[in-house]
C-alpha cells in the first residue's frame, strides 16, 4: 500500500491543478451544452455537514459502480459531468462520449464492480474519492477473472448536486490485487 499512495497523491496533484486550471475555460464552453447531455439527476447528493457528504459521495461512486455494470447510460448521464474525462497513465484521455461508448463495449457479464475502503476528501466545491477498484468478469470458458484498479474520482459541485468530472485509473499489477468485493462476491 505504501507504494501506491505516492502514486495516487501524485496523480492527484496533478489532475487536480490541471482540472483548477482548466474549469473556467471548460465552464465557458461547454455552458450552453449543459442542459442538453444530461436529464435532471434523480437524488440530489444532500451536502449537510462532512459525514453526510462524506456517505453521499460513497453512494454516487457506488450508483456509478452499478451503472457501469449494468451498462446503463441514462444512469451514467446523470452521474458524468458535461466536460467529464477518463484517464489512465500511457492511454489517451477517453471524453464523456467515448467513455460511455467504452462501458457499453466492457465484457459481459461483469459480475462485480465495486470498491472496498474508499476516502473522500472535500475541498469547497470539490471532493475527491480514493480507493482501489475491483471488477470481476467470466471468460468464455467460464473461468472468474478479477483485476483492481487504483482510483482517484474528482467530483464537482454543481447547485446542491454533485458531478463526476475526472477520473484517474491505475491498472494495479496481478501479484497485488486486492480482497476488494470477495468477502460479498
Request: net charge neutral; hydrophobic share 40%; proline share 5%.
Amino acid at each position: 500500500m505504501k507504494q501506491k499512495f505516492p502514486y495516487l497523491t501524485l496523480a492527484f496533484g496533478l489532475f487536480f491543478s490541471s482540472l483548477v486550471l482548466s474549469s473556467a475555460q471548460l465552464q465557458a464552453q461547454m455552458q450552453p451544452q449543459a442542459q442538453t447531455h444530461r436529464a435532471k439527476k434523480q437524488q440530489p447528493v444532500s451536502t449537510e455537514g462532512p459525514r453526510n457528504a462524506d456517505a453521499a459521495l460513497i453512494e454516487l461512486e457506488k450508483q456509478f459502480f452499478a451503472a457501469i455494470r449494468e451498462k446503463d447510460n441514462d444512469k451514467l448521464n446523470c452521474i458524468l459531468g458535461d466536460e467529464f474525462a477518463y484517464v489512465v497513465p500511457g492511454q489517451p484521455e477517453m471524453t464523456r462520449v467515448q467513455f460511455l461508448k467504452h462501458v457499453h463495449g466492457l465484457p459481459e457479464p461483469i459480475e462485480w464492480l465495486g470498491a472496498d475502503d474508499m476516502r473522500v476528501r472535500i475541498l469547497g466545491n470539490i471532493a475527491v474519492v480514493t480507493g482501489v477498484r475491483n471488477m470481476k468478469t467470466r471468460t468464455d470458458a467460464g473461468a472468474l477473472i478479477s483485476s483492481d484498479t487504483g482510483f482517484a474520482d474528482l467530483f464537482r459541485k454543481n447547485g446542491d448536486e454533485w458531478e463526476l468530472v475526472l477520473v484517474h485509473a491505475l491498472e494495479m499489477p496481478a501479484q497485488v490485487n486486492s480482497q476488494v468485493g470477495k468477502q460479498n462476491h
